[in-house]
């Protein structure tokens, strides 16, 4: 996982040895990049179904009902 380092005076010469490291770097950015896009994806599909259970919830209790313990005394 761990990259050597890229110094800036190596990028004057852009030796081959430079190319591959800033190629390495390059490649840990677009896995970084993907599974963040991939974190942001299942949140949103979390978030989508916990509202979809709070319409199916809502839906179920009686109007006047605190909660479905209270009117049904057992989940």
Do not use: W
Not at 28 to 44: A, M, Q
């Amino acid at each position: 996982m761990g990259h050597p380092p890229l110094e800036f005076s190596d990028c004057y010469l852009d030796s081959p040895d430079f190319r591959e490291r800033l190629k390495c770097y390059e490649q840990e950015l677009e896995r970084t990049n993907k599974f963040i896009k991939d974190v942001i994806k299942d949140g949103n599909a979390l978030i989508s179904a916990m509202r979809k259970e709070n319409i199916n919830r809502a839906t179920l209790v009686p109007r006047g009902c605190s909660g479905l313990i209270t009117c049904s005394g057992s989940i």
